[in-house]
């Protein structure tokens, strides 16, 4: 029904809002303002799409929808999402938030908008999907390159993940599903990882080694995983995808995916190769972190397992999907 997914999606949005400005700084201030606004105007999409479809075919029913409407649903969901070309807003929302509310928001708050994405799959148009999944794909391996923020360099790292994920649900709703769970898992080890050590800044990154170096090495495994090379689990979803890509003959598209992966693997390499640095450049200047009893969340070492370890698994999650 159009307008109670319209209002599953108005009470996910409301009720990050307190959490999202729980800090009280002004930059969380701003972040929160900015989402609001945001998310109230593709709301607004989306109920508009809603009634035109209803006029159009006299009922509610998501399924039974007119021709005008995914296009308008298409884009609402685009914006919610932070799908370039309207993705402007996601860095600056992540940079205002604290790591635990920028992991909410990069991987829970994606969950109702792709459902209605995924339940509205048939009467999309497979080719507007792919070219937009391309598309941020390549702007947010681009719009990494240049940052120092961890949690800037993890929104472009979400907006070309969220590329992918549209791509694949252009070609199957299933391997759709299979990469959210996979994207939702590499993104929580990510996030806890930086939320654990304290991360913000790539300097921060070049002297996590005095905090925990166990930890230290898992964080750069789970970077590489989602960078997507192999034998990690983050290579899967992207081999399944361009697997479908060439069966379908899409190969020109397919080509330019995997190039647009390469920028995004590059800072994850930079990030990566920082952990490694035995000694971080600049020593004079650089604050060193005290060595504390390393305060671990209980279902961290899980989660890094399943974001390294999952690819010999690739067969039968492809099948239970």
């Given at each position: 029904?159009?307008?109670?997914?319209w209002?599953?999606?108005?009470?996910?949005?409301?009720?990050?809002l307190?959490?999202?400005?729980?800090?009280?700084?002004?930059?969380?201030?701003?972040?929160?303002?900015?989402?609001?606004?945001?998310?109230?105007?593709?709301?607004?999409?989306?109920?508009?799409?809603?009634?035109?479809?209803?006029?159009?075919?006299?009922?509610?029913?998501?399924?039974?929808t007119?021709?005008?409407?995914?296009?308008?649903?298409?884009?609402?969901?685009?914006?919610?999402?932070?799908?370039?070309?309207?993705?402007?807003?996601?860095?600056?929302?992540l940079?205002?938030s604290?790591?635990?509310?920028?992991?909410?928001?990069?991987?829970w708050?994606?969950?109702?908008?792709?459902?209605l994405?995924?339940?509205?799959?048939?009467?999309?148009?497979?080719n507007?999907?792919l070219?937009?999944?391309?598309?941020?794909?390549l702007?947010?391996?681009?719009l990494?390159?240049n940052?120092?923020?961890?949690?800037?360099?993890?929104?472009?790292?979400?907006?070309?993940?969220?590329?992918?994920?549209?791509?694949?649900?252009?070609l199957?709703?299933?391997?759709?599903?299979?990469?959210?769970v996979?994207?939702?898992?590499?993104?929580?080890?990510?996030?806890?990882?930086?939320?654990?050590?304290?991360?913000?800044t790539?300097?921060?990154?070049?002297?996590?080694?005095?905090?925990?170096?166990?930890?230290?090495?898992?964080t750069?495994?789970?970077?590489?995983?989602?960078?997507?090379?192999?034998?990690?689990?983050?290579?899967?979803?992207?081999?399944?995808?361009l697997k479908?890509?060439?069966?379908?003959?899409?190969a020109?598209l397919?080509?330019?995916?995997?190039?647009a992966?390469?920028?995004?693997l590059f800072?994850?390499?930079?990030?990566?190769?920082?952990?490694?640095?035995?000694?971080?450049?600049?020593?004079?200047?650089?604050?060193?972190?005290?060595?504390h009893?390393?305060?671990?969340?209980?279902?961290?070492?899980?989660l890094?397992?399943?974001?390294?370890?999952?690819?010999?698994?690739?067969?039968?999650?492809?099948?239970?999907?």
């Amino acid at each position: 029904h159009w307008l109670l997914a319209w209002l599953g999606l108005e009470l996910n949005t409301l009720s990050i809002l307190p959490i999202i400005m729980k800090p009280g700084h002004p930059q969380a201030t701003e972040a929160t303002t900015k989402y609001f606004l945001i998310q109230t105007t593709a709301a607004a999409m989306i109920l508009f799409a809603g009634i035109i479809n209803t006029w159009h075919t006299g009922q509610w029913s998501i399924s039974h929808t007119s021709s005008s409407a995914p296009i308008i649903i298409t884009v609402a969901i685009m914006l919610k999402l932070g799908l370039a070309p309207t993705h402007l807003w996601y860095p600056d929302i992540l940079q205002g938030s604290t790591m635990a509310t920028a992991l909410i928001l990069s991987t829970w708050q994606k969950i109702a908008p792709l459902s209605l994405l995924l339940m509205m799959s048939n009467h999309l148009s497979s080719n507007t999907l792919l070219y937009l999944g391309v598309l941020s794909a390549l702007v947010g391996g681009w719009l990494g390159l240049n940052q120092t923020q961890v949690r800037k360099m993890l929104a472009a790292s979400s907006i070309a993940h969220m590329g992918w994920l549209i791509t694949a649900l252009a070609l199957s709703p299933t391997l759709m599903t299979l990469t959210l769970v996979i994207y939702i898992t590499m993104t929580t080890t990510v996030f806890s990882q930086m939320d654990t050590m304290e991360t913000k800044t790539l300097p921060d990154i070049s002297t996590m080694w005095t905090y925990s170096p166990p930890l230290l090495l898992l964080t750069m495994l789970a970077l590489i995983s989602l960078g997507g090379l192999p034998p990690m689990t983050g290579f899967m979803p992207k081999w399944l995808i361009l697997k479908d890509m060439l069966l379908t003959e899409i190969a020109p598209l397919a080509l330019v995916l995997l190039l647009a992966s390469l920028p995004s693997l590059f800072f994850y390499l930079r990030i990566a190769y920082l952990t490694a640095l035995t000694a971080p450049p600049a020593t004079g200047s650089t604050k060193f972190k005290w060595r504390h009893k390393t305060n671990l969340q209980k279902n961290l070492p899980a989660l890094m397992m399943l974001a390294i370890l999952l690819l010999p698994l690739t067969p039968l999650l492809h099948m239970a999907t």
